[in-house]
């Protein structure tokens, strides 16, 4: 196993602290990396793909209008793990980790490491090497286990995660496993093998006029995700069942996704599918979010919840108050709201030029009901309802003025890729 453990004055307060009334509960945090809000039973899917997120629902809070901070994978963690938007945080593509000054100023508010000040023992577990601490600069965990190649499975990260945990005694825990099963290459285990090096023009923009042209191509890559869905959904099972069986007290779960996917319904206006990134239509930026466990208010929450409110709940959840959560308008997602609220949505840094006459979409934002999309122009470009069809009865001016608000905030300038992250990218198909 390639763990990395962490040293530091944090880890050493943190052992002081533990025995001095240790803080509870322990924290498991999963996401299912590309998994689309629609494709959950307790979001109203019949595909009964994933029952594991079902009964989390079932016994816990669900949030019914959560959003991503940007529809890729390291910028909406790192604002799950900073409460930052990706512009502030300065990571606006995949490979970029958190840019120095930046963790410099934020070295000592990084969630991990405030955990770890409360007495947590805390370890990461990835199944991308995209998300290796290298790739996104995240520090504070004690270990940060990440796989060697390029993947590795959701299954083979869960029982890396339960081999530590079995080895944990006396403090609570901050465990973060990351589950990329659903993600491109579709398909089971086998198949993601079998498509290595990944065919960038079969995710992204299809070029060709004729790939997916026939219902049983597209059905089976609409098969081929829903595999990878199911998969990732039963590491989670085996990831909470375990932990709740090793725990002596019962954990608080949390599990999201960090952005959805677009299947194919953008297939024939924008000849793009089955990717992510480049649009912030709802099937990319509304994303399935439950909370289970002590302290959780059961039942379903309305109103508008974004990635980074995670960052308060985490600190909440261990007794850590989050001073800047008023003025950031991050809240405690544990308990139930339905208060009008605004969230805000950016784009990341395109990696291949929009082309004509497709509008490139510039920053969204929603408030529950409805999702407002403006174009890079600043001129809105689309407002539907939740059900992600018709119009949502024209833009109110606060939801503009919260997209606006996130208009071309474009952070800093991506420095170059170091070789082995752009190798990877390269391997996974994308083609930044």
């Not at 003025?327 to 308990?335: K, T, V, W, Y």
């Amino acid at each position: 196993m390639s763990w990395v453990t962490w040293n530091s004055v944090g880890a050493l307060l943190g052992l002081a602290l533990a025995g001095c009334g240790a803080p509870s509960p322990s924290i498991l945090l999963v996401t299912l990396d590309t998994v689309r809000r629609d494709h959950v039973g307790a979001y109203g899917a019949e595909s009964g793909l994933t029952p594991s997120l079902d009964a989390l629902a079932a016994e816990g809070l669900v949030h019914d209008a959560a959003y991503t901070t940007m529809p890729t994978t390291a910028p909406a963690h790192l604002s799950l793990f900073t409460g930052l938007y990706p512009s502030e945080h300065g990571v606006r593509r995949n490979g970029d980790p958190l840019p120095s000054p930046v963790a410099s100023r934020f070295a000592s508010q990084e969630l991990a490491l405030r955990l770890r000040t409360r007495g947590y023992t805390t370890a990461a577990f990835v199944t991308s090497r995209l998300m290796s601490s290298r790739a996104t600069g995240l520090r504070g965990f004690e270990i940060y286990d990440a796989p060697t190649g390029v993947l590795r499975t959701g299954e083979a990260a869960a029982r890396a995660a339960l081999a530590w945990l079995r080895s944990e005694r006396g403090r609570p825990v901050f465990l973060f496993v990351h589950l990329y099963d659903a993600h491109a290459p579709y398909g089971s285990a086998d198949e993601k093998r079998r498509s290595f090096p990944v065919e960038a023009s079969a995710y992204g923009w299809i070029d060709d006029g004729v790939r997916y042209a026939t219902e049983s191509e597209r059905g089976a890559m609409a098969a081929r995700y829903a595999r990878g869905v199911r998969s990732a959904d039963a590491a989670l099972g085996r990831l909470i069942a375990g932990a709740r069986e090793i725990l002596k007290a019962p954990p608080l779960v949390i599990a999201l996704s960090d952005h959805g996917e677009t299947l194919a319904e953008r297939l024939a206006d924008r000849g793009y599918a089955y990717d992510h990134g480049e649009f912030l239509d709802l099937e990319t930026v509304a994303i399935p979010l439950i909370l289970a466990g002590p302290g959780v208010e059961a039942g379903r929450s309305r109103g508008a919840a974004s990635i980074r409110d995670l960052y308060t709940t985490l600190l909440a959840a261990a007794g850590i108050e989050d001073p800047e959560a008023q003025a950031s308008d991050r809240r405690d997602l544990r308990r139930r709201s339905a208060v009008r609220r605004l969230v805000g949505i950016e784009r990341r840094s395109f990696g291949l030029r929009i082309r004509e006459p497709v509008r490139a979409h510039g920053a969204a934002a929603s408030d529950g009901t409805r999702l407002l999309i403006l174009a890079d122009d600043g001129s809105l470009t689309s407002s539907t309802g939740e059900s992600g069809s018709g119009n949502a009865g024209g833009a109110a001016a606060d939801l503009v003025a919260t997209a606006q608000g996130r208009l071309h905030r474009t952070g800093r300038a991506s420095a170059p890729l170091d070789p082995e992250t752009r190798e990877a990218l390269h391997e996974l198909g994308y083609a930044e």
